[in-house]
């Protein structure tokens, strides 16, 4: 059974950092493009950014030069490192395959607000 676990997420100023775990059981993350994805109240999923299988990575235009994916292949994790957070960033964060995608986990809070 695949299951995703999203943890690390909280309150934090505008201007801060947070970085985002996703604990993958079930499935082997490296095999695959893995992405991390938001949503606000109120709008829709949309895609954050991505990591390929052979370590290529892709960002939203809203969030380049400002979030770093990462993965480490040991402990089967895929991570978020958020820089530079504006209140516009505030939303659930969600990993999970980029093609194909399995159950949803429950995500992680982020919010940011002074």
Not at 8 to 13: A, D, E, N, P
């Amino acid at each position: 059974q695949v299951q995703l676990v999203e943890s690390g997420g909280g309150l934090v100023q505008p201007g801060g950092s947070l970085r985002l775990s996703c604990a993958v059981s079930g499935i082997t993350a490296s095999s695959y493009a893995m992405g991390w994805y938001r949503q606000a109240p109120g709008n829709q999923r949309e895609w954050v950014a991505r990591i390929s299988s052979g370590g290529s990575t892709d960002y939203a235009a809203s969030v380049k030069g400002r979030f770093t994916i990462s993965r480490d292949n040991v402990k089967n994790a895929v991570y978020l490192q958020m820089n530079s957070l504006k209140p516009e960033d505030t939303a659930v964060y969600f990993c999970n395959r980029v093609f194909s995608p399995v159950t949803w986990g429950q995500g992680t809070q982020v919010t940011v607000s002074s």
